[in-house]
């Protein structure tokens, strides 16, 4: 079986576009995450395609679905976290021959096929629809809804995982080569952190708006707060630290006024869910989580950054879309679950929802008000990159378990969860979901 | 003589992620030697404290990697020395701060780690 890329036509970029015509008839109900570590150790069952099966396997398990009846598997195919199997270093030939192979040898170590998954998961007899949805799990939700809603399958698996491995980040791959094909010639050549065209947005944004760096303290707190409380998470497993105004404001600067915990850290993790009908979803294990929309931004910017009114001008459009496509309005929000890592953009995202109203400058003074999971104006419950490390797969997580009210610790308990919104990673580009309570 | 120590944490001490070759029982010694010592790690100040805390040894501070220079300014000693794993973030650092630099698995064969005799 061939897998293709999702097309164009299965995201919804434009505004304009109604109500999106599957609403409430896609549902989430199965979650599973595999257990997170900051890099590989080499041994074939933690590399990342022995992780994928495992959350996999348990998003299965908690749906309460035979593996037979899943039809459909939408992946992620890029796993890299920054970090790349450096040219010219011998292969891992006791993990490679531990897994059924395809004709890449990288495959289930530094990528991820869905012919690899298939081979190696031999109780998915009955999936004869794949999909890749590029980038990030953001996307690929975007694309298992609308597969789902269009009948192309009825019980669909959606993954993403990431791999991560010795050494720094960004110093491999194409960045290591003699010649950078495209824009990255130009926005590469000066080896940048990964993080300054949006340190550079948030400079922007503090001398237009009178704001300081220092006002995002209350924002990190609480998101790694909340992800201590994400038992899923690398820093609940692994590190239990938080992130109080000192350690945050005392952090060194890796592209000013962007600092370390500005940055996620990058981790092995694998996330998945399984999509089904809502027909189908009324009869499995866990509560379904109903689809009220999903939309996209491929809008480029005019240059090599986005400008911080690119920024704004994008993230209203896609606040509109969301709205537009779900039928609601930003007052019909529980809680909000936008990307944060980099931290310094979640702002963007938040304001461009309006959510609790707020506008353009004024999400850093809305950090200072009760922004927790017990207030009434709860922003980031999952924690996000912040509070679990690289992965942006946290928020929609985060949205399924508190809509079925098994977030545990982390569970919003100032407002009543019927509606939330997760997606991202940027501004400029990106993928948002819609999910629901309830399919009305 | 006065000797003041500044100890990465991950890749450096035993207790690091990843693990390094320097164990506490080695802090320990040059604490009792009275060097002055503390860490300077990219964990939070409130972690290193925690590590420190939890096994029980006193230090004199916790920095993060870019504040060297505060060390030396705050403190009166006749060796600054910091020990890490990284070119980057430890050695160069430490260089440019005025430190002498050591490399953990150096840190672990140098007489500063070694009983008095």
């Given amino acids: 079986m061939t897998t293709p890329t999702a097309p164009d036509s299965m995201y919804r970029n434009d505004e304009g576009l109604g109500i999106w015509e599957h609403r409430g008839k896609v549902a989430a109900v199965g979650v599973g995450h595999a257990p997170t570590s900051r890099r590989w150790d080499g041994r074939p069952e933690t590399c990342v395609g022995a992780i994928t099966i495992d959350a996999l396997r348990k998003a299965i398990d908690d749906a309460g679905v035979a593996p037979d009846q899943i039809d459909g598997l939408v992946v992620v195919p890029v796993t890299t976290t920054g970090a790349f199997w450096e040219a010219g270093k011998p292969l891992p030939m006791d993990v490679i021959q531990s897994f059924n192979q395809t004709d890449d040898p990288l495959d289930g170590i530094a990528k991820l096929s869905a012919e690899w998954l298939l ?197 209203a459009r896609t606040g509109r879309k969301i709205y537009e496509g779900a039928g609601i309005t930003a007052d019909d929000l529980s809680f909000e679950n936008m990307y944060d890592g980099f931290s310094l953009f979640h702002q963007f995202h938040l304001e461009g929802l309006g959510y609790r109203g707020i506008k353009f400058g004024e999400a850093l003074d809305f950090y200072q008000t009760d922004i927790s999971i017990e207030g009434p104006n709860p922003v980031s419950p999952s924690g996000g990159n912040v509070g679990s490390g690289r992965s942006r797969v946290w928020m929609h997580t985060d949205c399924i378990q508190q809509l079925q009210g098994r977030a545990g610790a982390r569970q919003v308990t100032g407002v009543k969860p019927e509606v939330g919104v997760s997606g991202g990673p940027m501004p400029l580009g990106g993928n948002y979901t819609v999910w629901s309570a309830s399919p009305d | 003589m006065t000797v003041l120590i500044s100890f990465d944490i991950d890749g450096t001490l035993e207790v690091g992620d990843p693990p390094g ?56 000693a006749d060796v600054y020395l910091h020990i890490g794993d990284r070119e980057d973030l430890d050695r160069q650092y430490a260089l440019k701060a005025g430190f002498d630099f050591l490399w953990p698995d150096e840190a672990v064969a140098h007489p500063h780690f070694q009983p008095d005799s």
């Fill in chain 1, 119 to 315: 081979k190696n998961m031999p109780e998915l007899t009955n999936v004869n629809f794949t999909m890749y949805g590029p980038g990030c799990m953001s996307n690929a939700l975007n694309v298992t809804a609308q597969a789902v809603g269009d009948g192309l399958t009825h019980t669909c698996l959606v993954v993403k995982s990431w791999h991560n491995f010795e050494g720094r980040y960004y110093q491999g791959g194409a960045n290591a080569g003699a010649a950078l094909p495209g824009t990255p010639a130009i926005t590469q050549l000066w080896g940048g952190p990964a993080s300054y065209s949006t340190a550079l947005q948030f400079a922007e944004y503090c001398r237009k708006y009178g704001k300081t760096h220092e006002m995002m303290a209350p924002f990190m707190e609480n998101s790694r707060r909340n992800g201590l409380r994400f038992p899923e998470g690398y820093w609940a497993q692994h590190r239990p630290e938080e992130l109080g105004p000192e350690d945050y404001l005392a952090s060194r600067w890796i592209a000013k006024p962007a600092n370390l915990f500005d940055n996620d850290i990058p981790i092995m993790m694998s996330g998945a869910y399984l999509f089904s009908t809502a027909e189908r979803a009324a009869d499995m294990k866990q509560k379904p989580v109903y689809i009220l929309n999903h939309a996209s931004s491929n809008t480029r910017p005019r240059s090599l950054l986005p400008t911080l009114d690119e920024v704004e001008a994008d993230t």
């Fill in chain 2, 21 to 76: 070759p320097l164990t506490m029982d080695m802090v320990r010694l040059v604490r009792e030697k009275e060097f002055l010592i503390g860490s300077c790690s990219d964990r939070t100040l409130s972690a290193q404290r925690a590590i420190w805390a939890d096994h029980e040894i006193e230090v004199d501070f916790v920095v993060g990697k870019h504040m060297l220079p505060d060390v030396k300014a705050k403190f009166d």
